[in-house]
């Protein structure tokens, strides 16, 4: 209903005319009636920052007049204090002057969290009009949907575990960027790789992990067991099997794979014989044995060889040996290598060699190492002593055949070091006789059994005999304290050459008195090299002695040895006046003080002295 007021002004009248009741108002009746309408509004909800919901409230006649209109929200599935959207009161206002509609603008909230579309409601609540303008039931309420435009990914990251300290492992389960979900999201899961669960670590092998409604991310945890083997870094691998969500939401980095790092330490200790005694002739085993303190996973190989020092396989003192020791990786593990040590008869220095082993592998370095240097010294002590004996060889002018001195160990000893002995050499055989006289030492050659000394003889024509040669030691220089066992030595020249002696038959002419002297000649064929002395006698023939023909003598001559020397031996003939046929006796060599090259031949042995009667 509206009004109509009139209001008089001045009257215009002669006669002084004068409204008496203004103003005055009518009515007029309206018969129109006016509807409020809000209409439902969607809205993309957003990420981040806020957007406006729109509600259209629709007049669908004039009202002739402005006037306002209260509203309120209500929450539905979207709430304000879960932020989604903001609480709006201020009244919406229309001027009437035609069907209008306003804008009822609400805002929402963006957000990254996975959830389903979400309403709430705008009730219009009433106005300040009149009764001709009404807000059915039917067009009281509107909905205001949010439309969600989250999506998400699961991201894993993860976390290294370490024996040390029992530093768990772990794998986070995190929704990507900024999202979040209102729901709780599980994710199943199966584990894998080279760690063992129940012996690396704690945990099943297949299982789920849920990340709560709301919450950004899950971990799941595998506590590290700190074992006392060595092993590589292990690696766990986990692998996404499916996501249980209403969003469709996966796993962005399956599979994916954390270490667990190692913190043992495996020790190869390595022992054998500092020493071993040489031995003669037969070979003896040395064994050397690596051990393992800490079982080391999967096994390992480590080379090994053996390496001169003083003793070298090239002079046989032991056999080169070189290999590869394989260990399964067991705790308390050991191998064995065995070298071949060879007796001998030589008399040496105590001698070392090595038995090296190789760098660990290097996937274990740091991890596995070798006590010590890895490097095993081993000092073969010599147990050989000897003393060398001199053994002489007769020479011979015959041929001739050299003489010599052989100076020798043992059978089968030898020394690795020369053997110098200082020597002299004497006897009745003399430089002329042989050579090497001026000799005044011999060397045994390192590394031999002996040393001949030869003494060439020389074939001289001097009927000397047997001459000795005699050897002497002295100081024998040796820096194992050998020493001879038989000196002197002596060895024999054997002669070839043989002598005669002979005599000559003698006259004389007796005469008639006196003495008158009969000469014998006793002459030495060969050089004999040394003197010596002939004994002789007389014998009565038909010249007697006892009938004082002459003196009967017995004695010796007297020969320096040389070549064709000739002596005289003179016999006293006495005379007479004695009328009497010539006269013999017998002047005989009945042998000598020189050796069996010197003889006095039967033809030659005896001379007939003549004593010629020169009486009438």
Known sequence: TETVVVTTGAVNSRHGVTVDNSPQSLNITDNDEATLRISNATVTEGNSGNTTISFDVTLDKATGNGFTVSYSTADGTATIADNDYSSQTDPLYFDGLSPKTETISITVKGDHKLEKDETFTVSLDGHNFNNTLSIPVAGSKATGTILNDDSAVIHITKTDGQEAGEVAGSF????????????????????????????????????????????????????????????????????????????????????????????????????????????????????????????????????????????????????????????????????????????DRRIEKDENFLVKLGNVPAALAGRLSIQGTGSHSVLIRNDDQASVSIIPADGSETGPVGASFTFKFPDGVSSDANTVIALSLDGTAKSADYTGAGIVSVTIPAGANSYKLELPVFDDNIAEGTETVILTTGA???????????????????????????????????????????????????????????????????????????????????????????????ITIKGDRKIEKDETFTLSLTGHNFNNTLSIPVGGASAIGTIQNDDS
């Open 476 to 570: 024998v220089n040796s820096p194992y304290g050998v020493t001879v066992s038989n000196s002197p030595q002596s060895l024999n020249i054997t002669d070839n050459d043989e002598a005669t002696l002979s005599i000559s038959n003698a006259s004389i002419i007796e005469g008639n008195s006196g003495n008158t002297t009969l000469s014998f000649n006793v002459t030495l064929d060969k050089a004999t090299g040394s003197d010596f002395t002939v004994n002789y006698s007389t014998a009565d023939g038909t010249a007697k002695a006892g009938d004082n023909d002459y003196i009967a003598k017995t004695s010796t001559l007297d020969f320096s040895g040389t070549q064709a020397e000739t002596k005289t031996i003179e």
């Open 172 to 343: 986070i389960f995190s929704l990507a960027g900024d999202a979040l979900v209102d729901e709780d999201v599980v994710v199943d899961y199966s584990l894998g790789g080279t760690a063992e669960s129940g012996k690396d670590y704690t945990g099943p092998i297949s299982g789920s992990v849920t990340i709560p409604a709301g919450s950004k991310s899950v971990a799941l945890n595998l506590p590290v067991r700190d074992d006392q083997e060595v092993e590589d870094t292990e690696t766990v691998i986990l692998t996404s099997t499916g996501v249980s969500s209403s969003y469709g939401i996966t796993v962005d980095n399956s599979p994916l794979s954390l270490s667990i790092l190692d913190n043992d330490q495996a020790l190869l200790s390595f022992n054998g014989p500092a020493t071993i005694t040489e031995g003669d002739d037969q070979s003896q085993t040395l064994s050397f044995t690596v051990s393992l303190d800490k079982a080391v996973a999967g096994g390992f190989n480590i080379d090994y060889t053996t390496e001169d020092g003083s003793a070298t396989t090239g002079d046989n003192d032991y056999v080169f040996k070189s290999g590869q020791l394989s260990f399964a990786g067991t705790a308390g593990e050991s191998r064995t290598i065995e070298v071949v040590i060879n007796g």
